[in-house]
Nanobody
Framework: QVQLVESGGGLVQFGGSLRLSCAAP????????MAWYRQAPGKQRELVAK???????NYADSVKGRFTISRDNAQNTIYLQMNSLKPEDTAVYYC????????WGQGTQVTVSS
């Protein structure tokens, strides 16, 4: 069983910042593409940001310029720095590792108050 361990969610005011972390097993981290997805109540899960094993990134249009995904290869961890948060960013955020198989974290709640 592969475990992706997320942390960093919480409640923040409009315009605030949060940083999410996701730690993965080394054998997964070094070859899998890693990503953050989110799912708001009543909506489908959507891709927020992705970083490949080589460090290439892409973002959903709704978060470009506000969110930054990064990876620390020494710590087997990816991060999602979220700035200028809006109420519409409120969701459960999930860490994902994908290549041969698809693995998910347990999710962490992010709530942005207006």
């Amino acid at each position: 069983q592969v475990q992706l361990v997320e942390s960093g969610g919480g409640l923040v005011q409009f315009g605030g910042s949060l940083r999410l972390s996701c730690a993965a097993p080394r054998n997964i981290f070094i070859i899998y593409d890693m990503a953050w997805y989110r799912q708001a109540p009543g909506k489908q899960r959507e891709l927020v940001a992705k970083i490949t094993s080589r460090g290439a990134t892409n973002y959903a249009d709704s978060v470009k310029g506000r969110f930054t995904i990064s990876r620390d290869n020494a710590q087997n961890t990816i991060y999602l720095q979220m700035n200028s948060l809006k109420p519409e960013d409120t969701a459960v955020y999930y860490c994902n590792a994908a290549r041969v198989w698809n693995y998910w974290g347990q999710g962490t709640q992010v709530t942005v108050s207006s």
